[in-house]
């Protein structure tokens, strides 16, 4: 399980991977996250949804922070300063994993 | 408002050591769901207050199924020249109780503790549910949140009744079986409804094992003759002082958390259980309830589940 100090910042960080125990369904076009081994429910926000999507093994933080930059050019600065909080959730939560 | 009287000790149901033996009665069947279960008694005034709380049948004097998946006695003995009301529940667990009426809160109690586990199979959330023609309406919430007066409102106002504590869904279908056993008011709502005249009279008023003053109502004649049926709508009810009744929009992602946390066996049937709630709220429209005033709420609901009637 990762510890906080590996996702402190996104430069040179380990590579992760949505977790693969967790269950995925969309309802209405938001996705739900059901992991089994803490029997918990998540209700994905989009920006979160597409995070978590994104991290498939083979892109790390900082290319899926540049994916949202290109989908976002007006929001630079909110990409930059919430990423990194969102990205800690989703492994404090147990939604990824180390590559 | 007249306050709950402080239960004095002895007023509780007390555990005994073994129950006493087989004497001559009568058994009723009770099937909530698929489960059925035995209440054996030697007192016609016990079997006709269980009979007045659940949708019962008989199976003949003094005899017994040879072996119900729940079987419950009441059955008198005499202490100290006073007349105790055994309660033996599955497990040899036995309450002794000083009146019928005692003894047969304290038989329901037992008997929704002693259900809810046989009903492993469904999905079971902490949810009130009525229903109109096209369908049941949903509405989860803790115990204590206030869903069966809000449940014995609505059933004033005409909606069937299909339970007040428990709804039973079925997996993959996400349909909602009833849970056929009669509103159980606690002293506040019984007050606030007695205030209304949505009430006059209850088949039990008791003081169950908890110390909690309880009233039920009589079961609806509909309740007993329900089957599967379909949500139409989530209800997230919460009541706030001062506030009018209203319903906003919620997201069903957020509806289907939500009934996640209410469910009393979701991580039983984990992924099973996701996609039942998901189906469930595809199906339905949900929506967050706020109200104070309960003809306020009443009226809410009343205009929400049937702008689908008017609009048929």
């Known amino acids: ?99 | 408002m007249r306050s709950a009287p402080p239960v004095p000790e002895r007023e509780r149901p007390t555990p005994v050591a073994h129950a006493p033996s087989q004497r001559a009665g009568r058994t009723l069947l009770i099937t909530i769901a698929s489960t059925t279960g035995a209440v054996f008694s030697d007192s016609e005034e016990v079997l006709a207050k269980v009979a007045a709380i659940y949708p019962t049948r008989t199976i003949g004097d003094g005899k017994r199924l040879a072996s119900p998946p729940l079987s419950y006695s009441v059955t008198g003995t005499f202490a100290d020249g006073d007349l105790i009301y055994n309660v033996a529940a599955p497990g040899g667990e036995t309450w002794g109780c000083r009146s019928v009426q005692q003894a047969v809160a304290q038989l329901e109690y037992l008997i929704t503790s002693g259900v809810v586990p046989h009903l492993a199979r469904y999905l079971l959330v902490h949810a009130a549910v009525v229903a109109t023609k096209e369908g049941a309406v949903l509405l989860p919430a803790a115990s204590g949140a206030g869903k069966s007066t809000l449940v014995a409102s609505l059933c004033h106002a005409g909606f069937d009744y299909l339970s007040d504590e428990v709804a039973v869904i079925e997996i993959g279908s996400a349909k909602v079986l009833p849970f056929p056993r009669a509103i159980c008011l606690k002293d506040g709502g019984w007050e606030l409804l007695c205030k209304r005249n949505a009430v006059s009279t209850s088949v039990l008023d008791a003081i169950r094992c908890d110390g909690e003053l309880v009233h039920y109502l009589k079961l609806p004649d509909a309740s007993s003759r329900g089957g599967r049926t379909t949500v139409r709508y989530v209800l997230s009810p919460v009541r706030c002082a001062g506030e009018p009744a209203r319903v906003a929009r919620m997201s069903r992602a957020h509806a289907v958390s939500l009934l996640a946390l209410h469910s009393l066996n979701f991580e039983r049937h984990g992924s099973g259980g996701l996609e039942t709630l998901a189906r469930l709220v595809e199906g339905a429209e949900v929506y967050r309830l706020t109200y104070y005033d309960l003809d306020d709420a009443v009226r809410v609901i009343s205009e929400l589940t049937r702008r689908d009637i008017a609009r048929a």
């Open chain 1, 1 to 99: 399980m990762l510890d906080r100090a590996s996702t402190r910042d996104l430069e040179g960080q380990t590579m992760l991977l949505r977790a693969r125990h967790v269950v995925e369904r969309v309802v209405d076009g938001e996705l739900i996250l059901y992991d089994p081994a803490r029997s918990r429910i998540h209700a994905l926000n989009a920006t979160a949804a597409f995070v978590w999507r994104a991290f498939d093994g083979q892109h790390d933080a900082e290319s899926i922070a540049g994916e949202l930059a290109a989908l976002y050019p007006d929001s630079l600065a909110e990409i930059a300063a919430d990423l990194p909080q969102v990205v800690r959730s989703l492994c404090e939560e147990g939604l990824l994993e180390e590559a």
